[in-house]
């Protein structure tokens, strides 16, 4: 099976560039802010999975109860012979338990910005699924990526777990589900969505005692100094990830712990003791506020699954 990886969009550029086009304008701002893309690259990755089995990470073991719960009626809603089109596809774990429920899945287009930790994890599920057509993609969904239609035209179902909409602002969500619609041609997509609840338990899911969050933050500063020859000390900033109730979400900051400068390109830019830098948003919504949300991005949402404590939901949303 060719599991050979397809490049589309500006990802074809390559990435050292945009990381660093980024870090030049979010740092000059106030306050600075660094976008949540580049936590992933293979190292970033590999963090992202570790929080996931962390024990105040509720939101990986939660959807993925859900997923394994219902699996035959989502794979019924899908219906046979789909493409199944995963947006931010990381680890590709969840969607083996669609692939197990489906009845003879067509194919399978896992796109994902992490381009070497995408090739490692599509070996491996080629090796279990040898017979699925497997079309992995290199690229940053949120561009127009017009992934090719398979010859004779299957159905085509999104999947897009793991709250990752959560980490828009809302009128940017609104965008991209409507860009997904568009590349659904038709098709339903499958969202996971994280919802609010306790701030006591977003806090502690956010800033686990083993302190994975907070090493996957800084990894945006170890990967500056190894792409771009940055001279972040990363020692010299603090993991900081309020839940903000007003806005219903968490935010996450490095915090500058003294006076420092780092340089890139010729440029210097300066920190200030206690200056925070945004690095993430994770919008928290209800199961009432995600369905509105998807009414105006052009789907009729259809079922909606959500666990006993109401922790998380799965929404299927047909295309309009
Ligand atoms: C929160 S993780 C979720 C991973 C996986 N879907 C899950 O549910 O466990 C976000 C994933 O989306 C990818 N990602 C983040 N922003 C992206 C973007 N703009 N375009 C493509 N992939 C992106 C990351 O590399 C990462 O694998």
């Known amino acids: 099976m060719d599991t050979s990886l397809a490049r589309l969009g500006r990802g074809t550029s390559p990435q050292q560039d945009t990381f660093a086009d980024n870090l030049l304008v979010g740092l000059a701002k106030a306050p600075k802010e660094i976008a949540c893309k580049y936590f992933y690259d293979e190292t970033g990755s590999r963090l992202f999975d570790d929080i996931c089995a962390l024990p105040e990470y509720y939101q990986t073991r939660t959807e993925t109860m859900l997923l394994t719960r219902h699996a035959r009626e989502i794979a019924a809603l899908m219906g046979e012979q789909v493409e199944i089109l995963e947006y931010g596809a990381g680890s590709l774990r969840k969607v083996r338990i669609l692939l197990d429920a489906l009845e003879a899945p067509r194919a399978y287009t896992p796109v994902d910005i992490s381009g070497d930790y995408l090739a490692q994890v599509v070996r491996d599920l080629a090796a279990d699924y040898p017979a699925l057509g497997l079309r992995p993609v290199i690229g940053d969904f949120t561009e127009t990526l017009d992934i090719p239609a398979l010859p004779d035209h299957p159905r085509r179902a999104g999947f897009f777990p793991g709250s990752t909409i959560g980490n828009f602002r809302p009128d940017a969500a609104l965008a991209l589900l409507r860009r997904m619609r568009a590349g659904l041609n038709g098709g339903g997509l499958l969202i996971g969505v994280d919802l609010v609840k306790d701030p006591a338990r977003l806090h502690a899911a956010y800033n686990d005692a083993a302190g994975v969050t907070a090493l996957f933050n800084k990894n945006l500063l170890v990967r500056a100094n190894r792409e771009l020859g940055m001279d972040f000390d990363p020692a010299a900033f603090a993991h900081y990830a309020p839940y903000n109730a007003g806005a219903q979400r968490v ?36 199961i009432e506020s995600f369905r509105e949300m998807a009414c105006r991005a052009g789907f009729n949402p259809r079922a909606v699954w959500t666990d006993e404590d109401r922790l998380f939901s799965v929404h299927w949303l047909e295309s309009r």
């Open 251 to 286: 935010e996450m900051y490095l915090v500058s712990l003294k006076r420092q400068r780092v340089r890139l390109r010729g440029r210097e830019f300066e920190f200030a003791q206690g200056e925070p830098v945004h690095t993430e948003d994770s919008h928290k919504y209800t």
